[in-house]
């Protein structure tokens, strides 16, 4: 019990049931299981988002182009699909996707080690030159009209429910993906000593090559995990919308590292978790889809969010300063 | 006799232009606890990293482990052979558990992939058996005392087939009674047939238990020395290879009045009912154990945190210092403990370390810095304090240790302060630097500064100061004439055994 208190996470998930509550009391149709699988569908994108940005966090690096590496995976595929759709499947598209985010990632983290740039500097600029060839080669033209059964997939059900006025609903296909890539996650960090050693190396990178670890392996790792979720991530978007515009997603950066600092992760590197990271995209979510069922202006969202992110941060640098003090007056004892 | 675990010979290693190591023979036993001392730069750390390979030695050089010469002595190759290097900074992971830190290395260096958790406590809590410690192994390291991370390291070390393990610098960061119990972690060592070799130039602990010392200076071997034979004074000469004068201290007659009052001041958790008076050119010791509220005193004078009750006299005039900028105006200054982290701006050069303090003042009448005052205030205070440097360019993290405590006593001294508070004035500097810089505190006493020294080598504050104030759970437990008492009886009153 005490050893729960003294986590990052039980805050978090304190506040999502708190939002919840007031949320449920204004608008009872929050808390229904159709809103919830809705909601569970529309943040599948940032959810895999986070999960990769969670494992460069631990590491101690950080990466600003995912977006741009998205933007690229999603605008291939869907030439693909509008020129040889009939010929592919959803496993090819996937694969497709994640192999440009794993090249491109792994293209990053050469970069960092090689050349020692601070991995923000890195990222800004691969996320510009990714970004900017994108739309140099492609005009920022908008593709839509892909095969029907990219479509299909899109609004598989694992099971499926009716709502009171007859609207099908229930657990999509995508969600289903994100969770298996939460499970993947969780354990690769918490049993693996790939994972333990992004926890050492954000901890004490001096300390990890002294202890043996190999840290270019490491850090192409987290770099190609980032591009991989990218590359998912930017399936999911095109399953979503249907559509590919290469602006829908560069400037969303900000959001995602947001959420997963607010479950806990720390941008100096060495501590985060899934499960933070999954309360961190949760509250978000509630948040904006609270907002509107409680029918405040969409404007306010912005606001709403920053003042939580300063708040749950700042809750948390209180709390170890806390602690700090209290073990000063017990050495004195 | 016992039989030899390693040994060097005619070891040397030149870089370029300079020797680090000329012709070095070293022996040490099986099971033996083995002291190697020397000042920065005698060489010392060279052999260390020879030992464990980090370095390879020049060519005419020769190692033999367990009787058997090695050809070739790679890091890896050292770890293979049982030799475990901790470093002074321990090289921990703060974000991981204490068991993990313990046996990750183990699972690193069998290629394993995948992490048993049970397991994991097992090996941690086999480690910890063999020395007799016990430690909590799901607290993160960060929040355990660097006593305990220490062992975590010694543990760590244990997980591999260990034979010998060489501290470097282990005591600098320790209390008196967090160093015996390391001590006696290395006397179950030894008991277990695991060397141990202190690498250190703060030695009066170690010697109690070491069999044998072995002196280096200028990169030659001094001499090997069975412990017995050696006190604090002989070993001072073999390192500095001078005999230095260990004076007292004495102050002026003092008939003025004070320039600094304490009465009764208070802070929650941290000290209580403080009283104490400070004259000019006297120096006032205080001293006590790590935690024992001293630091948190000084903190209270320079305006860090305010203490709850009490009052604070300047010239016999009731003060409140709120802040840093409030004590320095009052003409109170403070160099502390940590001068690394808190004293000094590492990577910027000596000059610009200097004049921080003062740069308010070298402008010209346009209110812009002046070049010339700039250049000849750096200078008087080089030659002043003698600080030996290439230039006043040179990046401060480049000096020694004693040089670098001169810079930030130039600093603050730079501002012609009444009071001067010096934190652990010589932690982490060779002894010969130590005497140099007692000079200059005394020095600054004679002309007329009031300085408290706070520090918790008794020898040090005896020696230097007129009044010494020794503290012990926040309370001033008793206040000596230096004069009147010996070294033990207060020592006696730090460890509260009185």
Redesign the interface.
Same mark, same amino acid.
């Given at each position: 019990m005490k050893k729960l208190l003294n986590r990052h996470e039980t805050y978090v998930f304190i506040a999502v049931v708190v939002f919840s509550i007031i949320i449920t009391i204004i608008n009872p149709n929050f808390f229904t299981l159709e809103n919830l699988f809705d909601l569970l569908k529309s943040y599948s994108l940032m959810g895999t988002f986070a999960i990769g940005m969670l494992f460069v966090l631990i590491s101690g690096g950080i990466d600003i182009s995912f977006t741009a590496i998205a933007t690229v995976a999603g605008y291939t595929i869907a030439v693909l699909l509008l020129n040889v759709g009939d010929h592919l499947n959803i496993y090819m598209v996937f694969l497709i996707a994640g192999s440009i985010g794993i090249a491109l990632g792994f293209l990053n983290a050469v970069i960092i080690h090689v050349f020692r740039i601070p991995s923000i500097i890195t990222t800004i600029a691969t996320l510009n030159i990714f970004y900017g060839l994108l739309t140099v080669i492609t005009k920022g033209k908008w593709l839509y009209g892909f095969p029907t059964w990219f479509g299909d997939f899109a609004t598989t059900r694992v099971f499926t429910l009716y709502s009171a006025h007859g609207n099908p609903y229930g657990l999509s296909i995508i969600t289903v993906i994100w969770i298996g890539l939460v499970f993947i996650s969780w354990f690769l960090l918490?049993?693996?000593?790939?994972g333990?050693?992004l926890?050492?190396m954000?901890? *004490?990178v *001096?300390?990890?090559k002294?202890?043996?670890?190999n840290i270019f392996g490491n850090t192409a790792f987290v770099y190609s995990y980032m591009g991989l979720m990218a590359g998912i991530g930017s399936v999911i978007q095109a399953l979503l919308v249907q559509t590919v515009a290469p602006n829908s997603l560069v400037g969303k950066e900000m959001d995602v590292i947001a959420a997963v600092v607010l479950g806990g992760a720390s941008l100096t590197g060495?501590?985060g978790s899934v499960i933070g990271t999954i309360l961190g995209v949760t509250l978000i979510a509630i948040m904006g889809n609270g907002l509107t069922l409680m029918h405040v202006p969409a404007l306010w969202y912005k606001v709403v969010i920053g003042l939580v992110i300063l708040i749950s941060v700042g809750v948390s640098a209180y709390r170890r300063k806390m602690s700090a003090h209290k073990?000063?007056?017990i050495? *004195?004892? | 006799m016992a039989e030899s675990f390693l040994s060097l010979k005619q070891v040397s290693k030149h870089y370029v232009g300079v020797t680090a190591l000329d012709k070095v023979d070293f022996e040490i036993y099986q099971g033996e606890i083995h002291c190697l001392v020397g000042e920065n730069g005698s060489g010392k750390s060279t052999m260390i990293k020879i030992i464990s390979g980090t370095e390879e030695a020049d060519i005419g050089s020769w190692i033999e482990i367990e009787g058997k010469s090695v050809h070739s002595h790679k890091a890896i190759d050292a770890i293979n052979r049982g030799i475990q290097v901790i470093y002074q900074d321990l090289s921990l992971f703060p974000n991981l558990t204490v068991a993990e830190n313990i046996a990750i290395g183990q699972y690193v260096a069998n290629h394993q992939k995948i992490i048993n958790w049970k397991e994991l406590h097992q090996i941690a809590k086999k480690a910890m058996a063999r020395i007799n410690v016990s430690l909590p192994l799901d607290a993160l390291v960060s929040e355990v005392s660097i006593a305990d991370q220490q062992l975590v390291a010694i543990c760590r070390a244990l997980t591999h087939d260990v034979k010998l393990i060489i501290m470097d610098e282990p005591t600098s960061s320790l209390t008196k009674r967090e160093v015996d119990s390391l001590l006696n972690v290395a006397i179950d060592m030894k008991t277990k047939g695991i060397a141990t070799m202190f690498v250190s130039h703060k030695l009066n602990e170690v010697l109690q238990i070491a069999d044998r010392v072995s002196v280096v200076r200028d990169g030659r071997l001094v001499g090997v020395y069975p412990s017995t034979e050696l006190n604090d004074e002989k070993l001072t000469v073999l390192m500095t290879g001078k005999k230095v004068e260990y004076s007292r201290y004495v102050a002026r007659e003092n008939k003025n009045k004070p320039i600094l009052e304490c009465i009764g001041l208070s802070r929650q958790g941290e000290y209580k009912d403080i009283s104490f008076k400070l004259h000019a050119g006297e120096i006032l010791g205080i001293t006590g154990l790590l935690g024992s509220g001293r630091t948190e005193l000084a903190l209270s004078l320079f305006g860090i945190h305010q203490p709850d009750k009490g009052q604070i006299k300047f010239y016999g005039q009731e003060v409140v210092i709120k802040s840093i900028q409030d004590a320095m105006e009052l003409g109170i200054a403070y160099v502390p403990e940590d001068r690394i982290s808190e004293g000094l701006v590492n990577i910027q050069s000596v000059g610009d370390n200097i004049i921080i303090t003062t740069i308010d003042s070298l402008v010209n009448r346009f209110r812009l810095l002046d070049k010339n005052k700039i250049r000849n205030s750096i200078q008087k205070w080089v030659k002043d304090l003698s600080i030996r440097i290439p230039s006043a360019e040179s990046p401060v993290q480049t000096l020694s240790g004693g040089n670098q405590q001169r810079v930030v006593l130039a600093k603050w001294i730079a501002t012609s302060p009444k009071v001067l508070i010096l934190d652990g004035p010589t932690i982490g500097i060779d002894v010969a630097a130590k005497f140099a810089i007692h000079e200059i505190i005394r020095d600054l006493a004679q002309k007329g500064l009031a300085i408290i020294m706070i520090s918790e080598e008794i020898p040090e504050v005896f020696n230097n100061c007129n009044r010494i104030l020794v503290m012990h759970k926040g309370m001033v437990v008793r206040e000596f004439d230096t004069d009147l008492t010996s070294q033990d009886e207060i020592g006696n009153y730090v460890n509260g055994t009185y």
């Open positions: 918490r049993f693996t000593i790939l333990r050693s926890y050492a954000g901890g *004490n *001096n300390s990890a002294r202890a043996g670890f060495g501590t073990r000063v007056i050495e *004195n004892d | -």
